[in-house]
Nanobody, 123 residues
Framework: EVQLVESGGGLVQAGGSLRLSCAAS????????IGWFRQAPGKEREGVSC????????YHTDSVKGRFTISSDNAENTVFLQMNSLKSEDTAVYYC????????????????WGRGTQVTVSS
């Protein structure tokens, strides 16, 4: 079965760091790109970052650019999101998702989704 399992969320103070992990299984990892999305209470889900597994091309939305870094460990079928200089507005449930081919900001193109991990940034 296809699985995407997020881990690494938690409570952190503003200015601190967390590293999220997304462990993938049940599909051909390097045929896909992996994105991170987040959803804060009362708000729509938004794209955060994406990595093309095969070529390592990365994308980050403007609000996290310079603070977050997405990367992929292809040998372990795992994608990471390193989050630095966290702000209270980063508080959300973070999801990883897989899209066939290359990165996209369109949520409806993603085939597989994890269940999410909570990130809470205190101020």
């Amino acid at each position: 079965e296809v699985q995407l399992v997020e881990s690494g969320g938690g409570l952190v103070q503003a200015g601190g760091s967390l590293r999220l992990s997304c462990a993938a299984s049940g599909f051909t990892f390097d045929d896909y790109a992996i994105g991170w999305f987040r959803q804060a209470p009362g708000k729509e889900r938004e794209g955060v970052s994406c990595v093309g597994v095969k070529d390592g091309t990365t994308y980050h939305t403007d609000s996290v650019k310079g603070r977050f870094t997405i990367s992929s460990d292809n040998a372990e079928n795992t994608v990471f999101l390193q989050m630095n200089s966290l702000k209270s507005e980063d508080t959300a449930v973070y999801y990883c998702a897989a899209v066939f081919g290359w990165c996209s900001w369109a949520e409806d193109e993603y085939e597989y989704w994890g269940r999410g991990t909570q990130v809470t940034v205190s101020s």
